[in-house]
């Protein structure tokens, strides 16, 4: 069963600060690993995904990494922005379902 | 498009009723999902399916029943609700897990009193 931790559990930062946030997980046979982020009281967003081929996906102010064969990845932050501040999950896929961590909650203070 | 549609987004029930959560995704996905969040803990399946017609348990599904008659509709059905399914439910749809991007609905929020 594919285990997935993400770390820090929270994080605030002032704004324009850089930041990195963690995911690893148990089970390197992985198809992909999305980064989603969620906001109080609403639904999942996808912002990347990364195909177990790839080394790097991004995205604006966003760049995801991948190593599958150490089981972690990381979505690094740029020029951070209070409109940043959300919950941001990472959910490895190893065929028909997606695993989620606990998330980091991300507060990006002005 | 509108996504993927969850109704209602708000329930209270009494212990040992039951209702059914509503999903709908207008993408032509075959894949869809459904999740239940808890404070503090991650997103857990509760059943899935391929496709109309095939669906198959997640981790959590005891207590909940779905069906797929159609691509575009997985209800999930609570029979006999009890205060452990006090949850935040989600569905979500892609159309290839493997190398696609998954859609979330907007929630339930359903509270067993």
């Known amino acids: 069963k594919q285990e997935v931790t993400q770390i820090p559990a929270a994080l605030s930062v002032p704004e324009g600060e850089n930041l990195v946030l963690n995911c690893s997980f148990t089970d390197s046979a992985i198809y992909n690993l999305q980064w989603f982020r969620q906001d109080p009281g609403k639904g999942l967003t996808s912002l990347l995904l990364i195909q177990s081929s790839q080394r790097e996906q991004t995205s604006g102010r966003l760049n995801a990494s991948l190593d599958k064969s150490s089981g972690r990845s990381t979505l690094y932050i740029a020029a951070s922005q209070p409109g940043d501040s959300a919950t941001y999950l990472c959910?490895?896929?190893?065929?028909?379902?997606?695993?989620f961590g606990t998330g980091t909650s991300l507060t990006v203070i002005p | 498009n509108a996504g993927v549609t969850q109704t209602p987004k708000f329930r209270i029930l009494k212990i040992g009723q039951s209702m059914t959560l509503q999903c709908t995704q207008d993408m032509n996905h075959n894949y869809m999902y459904w999740y239940r969040q808890d404070p503090g803990m991650g997103l857990k399946l509760i059943y899935y399916?391929?496709?109309?017609?095939?669906?198959d348990k997640g981790e959590v599904p005891n207590g909940y029943n779905v069906s797929r008659s159609t691509t575009e509709d997985f209800p999930l059905r609570l029979e006999l609700a009890a205060p452990s399914q006090t949850s935040v439910y989600f569905c979500?749809?892609?159309?290839?897990?493997?190398?696609?991007?998954?859609?979330f609905g907007q929630g339930t929020r359903l509270t067993v009193v």
């Open positions: 959910a490895p896929t190893p065929g028909n379902q997606f695993y």
């Open positions: 979500a749809s892609s159309s290839r897990p493997e190398n696609t991007e998954a859609f």
């Open positions: 399916s391929v496709g109309a017609g095939i669906t």
